[in-house]
């Protein structure tokens, strides 16, 4: 039982290199509007599938924290093969979404047969600062006991990969194939994982009003959008939780 965190983080681990490859194997498909229009369209099923183990990826990543503390097992080496796992299945994985995302932009586009494959780099800053996140985290990981400095990494993963989601449930919505958003997107994330923000973390230090208030908003606004907007509701989650960390300012002596 002693290994169970951290076959739970290989778990994890294992996931977020599964995804990686259904969006390696994902290929643009081209399509008529009419008889002189042909235009490229991303694909979507294999993103889609990918999401699904980014979201396994973050199952593991919450039982194998539950399972080290249900048997009392800490160790160095689980805190730093957590967050190796973790650059991979919510840094990596994630970045190679937004990679797609962004070739699918320019591809549909007039100029796509001049798009540079340097236009689509900016997707890999999301592992980047994702890394950056986690190594600091790793060194004040006493300090971050009661809350999170920056946005979590999984907040970010997680939060990208229902991105291939919305475009297989919501056709229609093809706001992402506009690259400045996805620029806008991209560069919001890394800012917010090395940022000096205090998000708080799911479970609650206390089971007291104040402690719970800003976690029941999360959930209760979050499932009211869901049938409005969809897998878009992502949006309103990520916007209410750092809205929401803003105003609670979690604090040390929780």
Not at 149 to 161: D, K, L, R, T, Y
Not at 191 to 203: A, D
Request: hydrophobic share 55%; with cysteine; glycine share 6%.
């Amino acid at each position: 039982m002693k290994h169970l965190p951290n076959i739970l983080t290989l778990a994890n681990l294992f996931s977020g290199c599964i995804a990686i490859t259904y969006i390696l194997a994902a290929q643009n498909f081209t399509t008529a509007f009419d008889i002189n229009t042909y235009v490229e369209v991303p694909a979507v099923e294999q993103p889609y599938i990918a999401s699904l183990f980014i979201f396994l990826a973050a199952l593991f990543d919450m039982l194998d924290g539950a399972a080290a503390r249900a048997l009392k097992i800490y160790s160095p080496i689980g805190k730093d093969l957590d967050s190796l796992a973790d650059v991979v299945s919510f840094g990596v994985a994630p970045a190679m979404i937004m990679f797609k995302l962004l070739w699918g932009a320019y591809m549909a586009q007039p100029e796509a047969l001049d798009a540079s494959m340097l236009s689509m780099s900016p997707a890999f800053l999301i592992a980047c600062f994702g890394a950056l996140r986690l190594a600091r985290f790793n060194q004040t990981s006493l300090e971050q006991k009661n809350y999170f400095i920056g946005m979590p990494i999984p907040a970010v993963g997680i939060f990208i990969a229902t991105f291939p989601m919305i475009l297989w449930h919501q056709p229609l919505f093809r706001y992402f194939y506009n690259p400045w958003l996805l620029y806008g997107i991209i560069g919001l994330c890394s800012w917010l994982m090395v940022s000096n923000i205090r998000f708080f973390k799911w479970q609650p230090p206390q089971w007291t009003v104040k402690h719970i208030t800003p976690r029941l908003i999360l959930v209760f606004v979050t499932a009211a959008a869901i049938p409005f907007l969809g897998w878009a509701a992502s949006f309103v989650a990520m916007g209410l939780y750092l809205l929401l960390s803003i105003v609670f300012k979690p604090q040390g002596e929780y």
